[in-house]
């Protein structure tokens, strides 16, 4: 299944969501939600990145910069 970007904008973002979970409170089942969440996002970048002919840190860097700096994607 190919990816859209928003789509790994909303991956990213959940995985940041489940990092602070596990930051906020950490154990087992916390860390295994952040993981699960960072591997998911991490293999569609680079189905996405494959299926745009792109640079898979190029696309992981932009969908990582949209969740984390959307400031400057509405400059």
Known sequence: MT???DDLVALERAAEDARAAYAASPGDDTRAAWRTAADGF???VAEHAEAED???????????KAVRHPEAEAA
């Not at 792109?54 to 990582?64: G, L």
């Open 3 to 5: 990816h859209t970007f």
């Open 42 to 44: 991490l293999t569609a």
């Open 54 to 64: 792109k640079s898979r840190i190029e696309v992981e860097m932009a969908a990582k």
